[in-house]
């Protein structure tokens, strides 16, 4: 992208926010550049008329839900960001909107606004486990009926807690809690013998007397 045409987006962007801070700022705690796309923040129970107003305004009209996703952040109060995604083929611009929420808590759901929000909260339900207040068909989407817990919660194990084969004697797909072959192992990924200049700025290591004894 040359500086021209950077600047002319940032100006375009920084118009637009001004516009939104102006008409909606009553549904927005946050308005800001990252990189180069326009990032709202807002309370869950604003996002139902804010994406209301970001569709139909004749400055906006991000008529074009791009995609809904979630992030988790284990560590925080309120765990997950739910993130939704707009694009405005009118004005060729994107904006994104971020709104927390806890890990019981719930965000009204958008379908009255994008009917494509159905599928994107059943996935980002089945995923991270946020519910969608108002979805119709709150159903896993990715994974089984069945399946326990959220994947791509940060603290979901990378194994699963079941694994699933087919009995030939039952003649079924069966599911059994996993079973390693080998537990876990803890690597430090360092090794003696990675050069006497490391041994030298280094203290003695598990696994040097490896390399005590080969010399």
């Known amino acids: ?18 516009h939104i801070d102006a008409l909606a700022g009553d549904h927005v705690d946050r308005i800001a550049m990252q990189g180069d796309e326009l990032v709202l923040e807002a309370p869950a129970f604003s996002i139902v008329p804010l994406l209301m107003f970001l569709r139909d305004d004749g400055a906006c009209l991000f008529k074009q839900l791009v995609d809904i996703c979630g992030v988790d952040w284990p560590e925080r109060e ?4 739910v993130v939704y ?19 019981e808590g719930s965000v009204p759901s958008v379908i009255e606004v994008f009917s494509a929000a159905g599928w994107f909260e059943r996935e980002t339900y089945d995923m991270y486990g ?16 069945g399946f326990d817990g959220h994947p791509l919660r940060k603290d979901f194990p990378l194994t699963g807690f079941v694994e699933v084969r ?7 797909v069966v599911y059994e809690p996993v079973k ?3 537990e876990f192992r803890n690597f430090d990924n360092l090794s003696p013998w990675q050069g006497p200049d490391l041994a030298r700025v280094r203290e003695v290591l598990p696994g040097d007397e490896k390399a005590e004894k080969k010399g």
């Open 130 to 145: 946020v519910r969608f207040d108002g979805n119709p068909d709150l159903r896993r989407l990715l994974t089984d009926y």
């Open 180 to 182: 390693l072959t080998q």
């Open 78 to 81: 309120k765990r997950f960001d």
């Open 1 to 18: 992208m040359t500086d021209e045409l950077a600047e002319t987006r940032l100006a375009a962007h920084q118009e637009l926010a001004d």
């Open 166 to 172: 087919y009995d030939d004697t039952q003649k079924r």
């Open 85 to 103: 995604n707009l694009l405005s083929l009118r004005h060729n611009l994107r904006v994104r909107i971020k709104v927390q929420v806890e890990e």
